[in-house]
């Protein structure tokens, strides 16, 4: 895909994409190191939201803290990605995720407390403010052992395909976890999984970007331009989204008598987006980078329409499925635009504030899906996941009329 990146591919590199950037030395170590941390990172949100109910028998406090723990993720992301630019992977990795399994050892506890609702959102933002930008570290690194190689736009679609195939497994093994044995479990499953992950993609020191202290250092305000706050702003959007669904999918499923179901029912999306992103990654694509954002925006929007007439389980999937089309290639254009502008020293910030804009769009869109759907059911959480994507378009827009701050340089 040269035109992603605006670089030139060689035919061999054209014609194996993925299968050059596995035989990057190093590459097939920590992808799949960082693997078992994508799925503990897919279940966590959505398991706190499971626990949280199970105890309180209220989705509004239930959004509200998974709303605090979003939040925390959002602000605290990139203070850390800072600190991992200037001392490394290697040594910030582990304190962070010691840091993030003490916090969700002390949630689970005030849980199974009945605590009140303060102390619950305070620890919810303990976990969320430590919790490892595991896919902005990997990001980082394809970048480090590729940057400007012509293969990296096939990288960030390897990227977002573990991404896809992370929250295939992580909802449908919470939500069966949950639903047959127990949320608090679950809880512990996410965080276990997460540790395990991240201190494998720790160890893993040869590709990781070196760091930058006792070098001269890049401004954080780089980032601070109109392009870039747009694209943070489509991600707050896809947030909002993400947030509005994982409330809603639930409260359909338990409504319905299928509880059981929520966990699958929400794994479709993601499934349909794994899909998407393999052929998405096997295609050269000629329409600009910021054209194709756009277009696949505006295809998320439209294909959230049929969500609002839904009225079983099996109409449910069928309209679950149609957005997922549109996911896989929004993460690995947002990547590619973003690596395509900005200086390795500030990379893991940049990638670590486009998670931050989802993670505060989860935050919000999960609180207000929460008290929408204690109030007036499901149906209304599914409008709110549409309009979010119609700020997301919104926002695309901008990007693609922004002018590179890299034109001719590359």
């Known amino acids: ?16 994409g993925y299968s050059a950037v596995l035989r990057t030395p190093g590459a097939w170590k920590f992808y799949l190191a960082a693997a078992p941390a994508r799925i503990g990172i897919a279940m966590t949100g959505l398991g706190i939201v499971w626990m949280v109910h199970g105890s309180t028998g209220s989705y509004a406090v239930a959004g509200t803290v998974t709303g605090g723990f979003a939040v925390a993720e959002a602000v605290g992301g990139p203070q850390v990605a800072k600190l991992i630019d200037r001392y490394g992977q290697s040594r910030m990795l582990p304190i962070t995720l010691l840091l993030h399994a003490s916090a969700m050892a002390l949630l689970i506890a005030l849980t199974l407390a009945a605590s009140p609702l303060w102390m619950l959102v305070l620890a919810g933002v303990l976990a969320g403010g430590s919790l490892p930008q595991i896919g902005a570290q990997t990001a980082a690194r394809w970048s480090h052992v590729l940057r400007g190689d012509p293969v990296i736009s096939s990288a960030f679609a390897l990227e977002s395909l573990g991404t896809g195939l992370a929250f295939l497994v992580g909802p449908a093994l919470i939500g069966t976890v949950s639903a047959l044995v127990s949320p608090v479990v679950g809880s512990v499953l996410a965080t276990s999984l997460l540790l395990a992950g991240g201190f494998s993609l ?30 943070v702003g489509a991600t ?17 499923a338990v409504g319905r008598g299928s509880a059981s179901l929520a966990g699958p029912l929400y794994s479709i999306t993601s499934l349909i ?23 696949a925006m505006a295809i998320l929007s439209v294909t959230c329409v049929p969500l609002l007439f839904v009225d079983s389980p099996l109409g449910l999937a069928f309209a679950l499925a149609l957005p997922g089309l549109a996911l896989a290639p929004i993460q690995v254009l947002s990547s590619v635009l973003v690596e395509s502008e900005v200086e390795p020293a500030i990379l893991t910030q940049a990638f670590t504030w486009l998670n931050s804009g989802s993670a505060a769009g989860i935050a919000l869109g999960a609180a207000i899906a929460g008290r929408a759907v204690d109030t007036h059911g499901p149906r209304l959480g599914f409008a709110q996941a549409l309009l979010a994507t119609l700020l997301a378009a919104t926002m695309a827009i901008v990007v693609a009329r922004t002018r590179s701050r890299t034109a001719g340089q590359r």
């Open 1 to 16: 895909m040269p035109v992603l990146s605006g670089r030139i591919r060689t035919p061999e590199r054209q014609q194996s």
């Open 202 to 231: 720790a160890v893993q020191r040869s590709t990781a970007p070196p760091a930058t202290a006792g070098r001269p250092q890049v401004s954080s305000e780089r980032l601070l331009h109109r392009g870039f706050l747009a694209m």
């Open 236 to 252: 707050v959007g896809v947030g909002l989204f993400f947030g509005s669904m994982q409330v809603s999918v639930t409260a359909f």
């Open 273 to 295: 987006s794994l899909i998407a992103g393999f052929v998405y990654g096997t295609r050269r694509w000629r329409l600009p980078a910021r054209m194709q954002f756009v277009a």
